[in-house]
């Protein structure tokens, strides 16, 4: 059986993180956030110079699963959504989000807590939350703004709309590029080389001063997320809203 995350590290001390669950799409479900954190660990003993992240061929990440949600709304589990985005922004190493495939609400969040992102032309990527009745998590009310703009952000997150990577490029967004889905890795690893190449003390430094903007946002957003969230997940239709959504799925 495929475990749902694999790690290699290269020879240039570049680490790639896979997100291969093919059956289920790379949802977030617990065996796959806990598989996900267990993994970052053992990536972060190895030290890489820089890490690139990916998805399968046709789906970077879809977010949150069904039965996790129905949890929520039913008030068994608390939300603790920040956990996978604060590993990725306190990383000592940078971060290249590399999202051939679509890309949606958690799964867009791995590439706002990145360094360095690359979308594809042809797929989608949208901050989906509000579709399944609920309020956007893991830090993406104040990181999505940097990513494409407070008003786009603003309306991808009030209509739940999902955006072909060749729209957001239209659009202006603020990613390093958004390309044909078939030079996205290329395109990644050669990012990748290029910072591997260098010190990596001083990439460590330099790593750590541009995420403190990112860090001090995520603490703005726990603030306001969570208040969010517990009002939201408690609202009795939104348990309606998320059985809905995934009936013909």
């Known amino acids: 059986m495929t475990k749902p995350i694999d790690w290699d590290l290269d020879d240039k001390k570049i680490a790639t993180l896979r997100m291969q669950d093919t059956e289920n799409k790379n949802v977030f479900s617990h065996a796959f956030v806990e598989a996900f954190l267990a993994t970052f660990d053992e990536i972060e003993e190895a030290e890489p110079r820089v890490l690139v992240i990916r998805g399968l061929d046709d789906v970077f990440s879809g977010g949150a699963d069904r039965e996790s949600?129905?949890?929520?709304?039913?008030?068994?589990?608390?939300?603790?959504?920040?956990?996978?985005?604060?590993?990725?922004?306190?990383?000592?190493?940078?971060?290249i989000a590399a999202m051939?495939?679509?890309?949606?609400?958690?799964?867009?969040?791995?590439?706002?807590?990145?360094?360095?992102?690359?979308?594809?032309?042809?797929?989608r990527y949208g901050a989906v939350f509000?579709?399944?009745?609920?309020?956007?998590?893991?830090?993406?009310t104040t990181l999505l703004p940097?990513?494409?703009?407070?008003y786009l952000a603003s309306e991808m997150m009030m209509t739940g709309r999902r955006y072909r990577g060749?729209?957001?490029?239209?659009?202006?967004?603020?990613?390093?590029?958004?390309?044909?889905?078939?030079?996205?890795?290329?395109?990644?690893?050669?990012?990748?080389?290029?910072?591997?190449?260098?010190?990596?003390?001083?990439?460590?430094?330099?790593?750590?001063?541009?995420?403190?903007?990112k860090k001090k946002l995520l603490i703005d957003a726990r603030a306001q997320e969570d208040l969010m969230h517990h009002l939201?997940?408690?609202?009795p239709?939104?348990?309606a809203i998320i059985h809905e959504f995934y009936a013909g799925k």
Do not use: W, Y
Request: charge should be neutral.
């Open 130 to 140: 509000i579709n399944m009745g609920f309020t956007p998590g893991m830090g993406t």
């Open 69 to 95: 949600l129905m949890e929520l709304a039913a008030g068994k589990i608390v939300v603790r959504d920040l956990v996978l985005s604060e590993r990725l922004i306190h990383a000592r190493f940078p971060i």
């Open 166 to 213: 060749k729209e957001l490029k239209g659009l202006g967004v603020h990613v390093n590029d958004i390309l044909p889905k078939a030079e996205v890795l290329p395109k990644a690893r050669d990012l990748a080389l290029q910072i591997a190449e260098k010190n990596p003390k001083s990439i460590a430094l330099l790593k750590a001063a541009l995420s403190t903007p």
């Open 237 to 239: 239709e939104t348990k």
């Open 100 to 123: 051939e495939g679509h890309a949606m609400g958690g799964g867009l969040v791995i590439g706002l807590c990145s360094d360095i992102v690359l979308m594809a032309n042809e797929s």
């Open 146 to 150: 940097l990513l494409v703009g407070p």
């Open 232 to 235: 939201s997940f408690g609202f």
